[in-house]
């Protein structure tokens, strides 16, 4: 019984939906899964409505009128708060936690890739060719021994990065 009643009331609220919509500004599909919501809801809790079609005409009138309060009192945000430019205090403070754990892990790595790791992350961007001459070693092994560092720093920050992955 309640499936066909379903099935009957459908084009009926599709049709009252668009038609109170678009005075609202709402969105016919999001009027229509609130009034659906209210029906299942009403017929969990009681028989049916004597007059469906009536009960439905005032059902959609109520969530047209509920849906314009709510655009009348909420204001849309300029942009999403998690795509503003600004980074609020917690983007701060985790960038830096960051950049001490990254910090600490090149300074307990072994041999001169502590140096190396430095020179080529550091700020004035130097040449393979000045950095081979502050460390005393061939142009051409800079590239190996780039590999050799970051791949021991690779495993110094897994647990790190492990542990971050489970928690977050």
């Given at each position: 019984?309640?499936?066909?009643?379903?099935?009957?009331?459908?084009?009926l609220?599709?049709?009252?939906?668009?038609?109170?919509?678009?005075a609202?500004?709402?969105e016919?599909?999001?009027?229509?899964?609130?009034?659906?919501l209210?029906?299942?809801?009403?017929?969990?809790?009681?028989?049916?409505?004597?007059?469906?079609?009536?009960?439905?005409?005032?059902a959609?009138?109520?969530?047209?009128?509920?849906?314009?309060?709510?655009?009348?009192?909420?204001?849309?945000?300029?942009?999403?708060?998690?795509?503003?430019?600004?980074?609020?205090?917690?983007?701060?403070?985790?960038?830096?936690v960051?950049?001490?754990?990254?910090?600490?892990?090149?300074?307990?790595?072994?041999?001169?890739?502590?140096?190396l790791?430095?020179?080529?992350?550091?700020?004035?961007?130097?040449?393979?060719?000045?950095?081979?001459?502050?460390?005393?070693?061939?142009?051409?092994?800079?590239?190996?021994?780039?590999?050799?560092?970051?791949?021991?720093?690779?495993?110094?920050?897994?647990p790190?990065?492990?542990?971050?992955?489970v928690?977050?």
């Open positions: 019984m309640k499936d066909d009643l379903l099935a009957a009331l459908r084009p609220l599709a049709a009252e939906a668009s038609a109170e919509a678009h609202t500004g709402a016919p599909a999001d009027l229509e899964q609130a009034v659906w209210r029906l299942l809801e009403h017929l969990a809790a009681a028989a049916p409505p004597r007059d469906p079609q009536r009960w439905l005409r005032r959609v009138r109520a969530e047209s009128r509920r849906a314009r309060r709510t655009a009348d009192r909420e204001r849309p945000y300029a942009t999403e708060p998690a795509d503003a430019d600004e980074r609020g205090p917690e983007h701060v403070v985790l960038a830096a960051g950049r001490r754990v990254l910090r600490e892990a090149v300074h307990r790595l072994p041999g001169r890739c502590p140096r790791l430095r020179a080529l992350l550091a700020p004035e961007d130097p040449t393979y060719r000045e950095i081979a001459g502050e460390l005393g070693i061939s142009q051409g092994s800079l590239g190996p021994e780039r590999a050799r560092c970051l791949g021991c720093l690779r495993r110094l920050l897994a790190v990065v492990a542990a971050r992955e928690r977050g």
